[in-house]
């Protein structure tokens, strides 16, 4: 079992910066790819940005890329997702995923463990 707790969001402005965290337990982090994805009202869920379990390749979704950026400390057990240059569109619930073994990034289906969400809101 892993739990999966998500922080950072809150409301911001466009073109601000926001850093969310993601702070895991349970099972050997390390071995985990860990996954962003967010979901606005009304909307599926979609892919935000996923890295390896090692750490060594990012990847991100279309509608982000150049923008976020995904990291992760193994040490504190942590996944953080930096995200500059806001907008409105980015407007949702943003969920961290743990998968054990699918490296199907950008399909939720692949991920064994979601946490509960923090809520961003990028005005304009």
């Known amino acids: 079992q892993v739990q999966l707790v998500e922080s950072g969001g809150g409301l911001v402005q466009r073109g601000d910066s926001l850093r969310l965290s993601c702070a895991a337990s349970?099972?050997?982090?390390?071995?985990?790819?860990m996954g962003w994805f967010r979901q606005a009202p009304g909307l599926e869920r979609e892919f935000v940005a996923a890295?390896?379990?090692?750490?060594?390749?990012?990847y991100y979704g279309d509608s982000v890329k150049g923008r976020f950026t995904i990291s992760r400390d193994n040490a504190q057990n942590t996944v953080y997702l930096q995200m500059n240059s806001l907008k409105p569109e980015d407007t949702a619930v943003y969920y961290c995923?743990?998968?054990?073994?699918?490296?199907?990034?950008?399909?939720?289906?692949?991920?064994?463990?979601w946490g509960r969400g923090t809520q961003v809101t990028v005005s304009s």
């Open positions: 995923a743990a998968s054990l073994y699918s490296a199907d990034y950008p399909n939720p289906a692949a991920y064994d463990y």
């Open positions: 349970g099972r050997a982090f390390s071995g985990y790819i």
């Open positions: 890295f390896s379990r090692s750490g060594g390749t990012p």
